[in-house]
């Protein structure tokens, strides 16, 4: 097959930080080639240099055999290349048909033919099976019509290489069968398709090739056919054990939280739970293992009453919860460091201050005549006691929570959610775009919470995190249980067939 893109030898570096390392990367004309990788890898760094959103560091891209420099994603829509990035770039001002539009060189000026740009756009819609009606304004549609919007767009603008984010991410399995027939309609006109995964089982139903990335390097690229799910997740993961330096906890305290049988729209592989049963003890870290996307966000919400589940049973500290509410089960002791801590973790124009004792607003230590009168000396105090105790540097607690690093907003959410000496404390992607000196505050900072008896609930697209900081390791896979195991002397094989699905 006729090579379309070769990208060499590309480096990509913030500062000291190598997000990508000499990745040699070749699509072929008319293939669907795979990204695959953890969270972290530096597969999105990779797209975005291609895409002419960052400069490499090093190395060259190729398209049709010949050298091109892409400074800006202009030049590469102008070079054939469309990117439907995994949060789409629509106007939910504006008509599905304005979007199309927006910005093509065809349509510049102060008339356009409306009439004329609307019948290629069909004609384009009918030939690869992208429904859309032209006339909604972009909140009048589902998520899947969204993308198949940024697709068409992509192809207005003549993409013969199309990057794929994550596509799969906020469809419903219905819609993922209609991507997959849309991809195959691109690929046999002759078009490119690189596609960026976490899912093992789309992975080996639509790739041609899959090349694996693994902190910022190529590991290899495989052809679909030579390879299975448990070889791929091996890959992704593969490492040498390396000893944890904390110890391991192997005879827990009573269950601080337990789940049995727990359904939660059990039909969604990714975005489900489907008769899932675990507990957390006193004094444990449970860490959830699995590729992101086999139910672990919707788990959380479970274990945080921001979710109620379909079926099954859930007990708090013994006592079985009847009405799940994210305000009853904080009362309950449960602090959680949530998924997205800009979105639900912070509020970002409140100060650092602010947010340190946003939950504790009504006690006595800090207001007065139940809640309506705030003691500022006393928020004041404490907060500067915060500041030093999990040292976070900003310029003042005064200072806006979302100036601050995303390291020292970790840290704001840590005092709040930790010094209330929580029974239970929920964990999501902890680490999550962090430092090494800051991912090292965190794991320490929930040892000493597991040390005075608090159940931690671990849950993290990171494997290497889940090795460090679990004293027993929950596989999950397409909302699924598939195995427990012991966190000292973990059997990675068995575990790397567990996220596979086996």
């Given at each position: ?118 019948k290629e756009i069909l004609e384009l819609s009918e030939r690869y099976g992208l429904d859309v009606e ?369």
């Amino acid at each position: 097959m006729e090579e379309l893109l070769r990208m060499e030898h590309i480096t990509k570096k913030f500062g000291d930080v190598y997000a990508n390392r000499n990745i040699n990367l070749d699509v072929r004309k008319g293939e669907v080639h795979t990204l695959l990788g953890e969270n972290g890898a530096g597969k999105s760094t990779l797209m975005n240099v291609l895409f002419g959103l960052y400069q490499p560091t090093e190395g060259t891209i190729y398209l049709h055999g010949k050298p091109v420099r892409i400074e800006s994603p202009a030049q590469a829509v102008k070079l054939g290349i469309g990117m439907v990035h995994q949060h789409f770039m629509l106007v939910e001002a504006m008509t599905v048909f304005e979007n199309i539009i927006l910005g093509d060189r065809n349509t510049k000026g102060i008339f356009i033919n409306h009439d004329a740009r609307k019948k290629e756009i069909l004609e384009l819609s009918e030939r690869y099976g992208l429904d859309v009606e032209l006339d909604k304004p972009i909140t009048d549609i589902a998520v899947g019509a969204q993308q198949r919007v940024e697709i068409l767009k992509a192809l207005y603008r003549g993409a013969d290489l199309l990057v794929l984010d994550e596509p799969s991410a906020a469809l419903t399995d219905q819609e993922v069968e209609g991507l997959f027939d849309i991809m195959h309609k691109l690929t046999s006109e002759g078009k490119s398709i690189i596609f960026i995964s976490h899912k093992m089982r789309e992975v080996l139903h639509i790739s041609d090739r899959i090349t694996i990335l693994r902190t910022g390097e190529t590991v290899c690229t495989l052809n679909r056919g030579e390879t299975t799910g448990e070889e791929l997740a091996n890959l992704m993961i593969g490492r040498e054990l390396t000893p944890s330096q904390y110890e391991k906890i192997e005879t827990p305290g009573e269950a601080v939280v337990a789940l049995e049988n727990v359904d939660y729209d059990k039909t969604s592989k990714h975005n489900g739970l489907n008769g899932v049963s675990l507990t957390v003890g006193r004094g444990e870290i449970v860490g959830i293992a699995g590729v992101d996307g086999n139910g672990q966000s919707q788990l959380a919400q479970v274990v945080t009453g921001v979710l109620t589940p379909d079926a099954g049973r859930v007990d708090l500290k013994g006592s079985h919860v009847a009405q799940f509410t994210p305000n009853g089960f904080i009362l309950e002791s449960v602090s959680h460091i949530p998924e997205d801590r800009n979105k639900m973790g912070l509020i970002g124009n409140m100060s650092v201050r602010d947010n340190i004792v946003l939950k504790s607003t009504d006690t006595p230590e800090f207001s007065a005549a139940h809640g309506l009168f705030l003691k500022k000396k006393a928020i004041r105090d404490y907060a500067l006691k915060m500041q030093e105790k999990y040292d976070i540097r900003c310029s003042s607690i005064d200072q806006e929570a979302r100036n601050l690093s995303g390291g020292n907003q970790q840290k704001i959410i840590l005092a709040r959610e930790l010094e209330g000496k929580p029974d239970l404390l929920v964990a999501v992607h902890p680490t999550r775009g962090l430092d090494i000196g800051a991912t090292r505050f965190v794991h320490d900072t929930m040892i000493e919470a597991r040390d005075r008896g608090c159940g931690v609930l671990l849950i993290s697209a990171d494997f290497d995190e889940i090795l460090e900081v679990s004293d027993r390791i929950v596989v999950m896979f397409e909302g699924q249980v598939m195995g427990v195991f012991s966190g000292k002397n973990p059997p990675i094989a068995d575990i790397s067939l567990a996220m596979a699905g086996k």
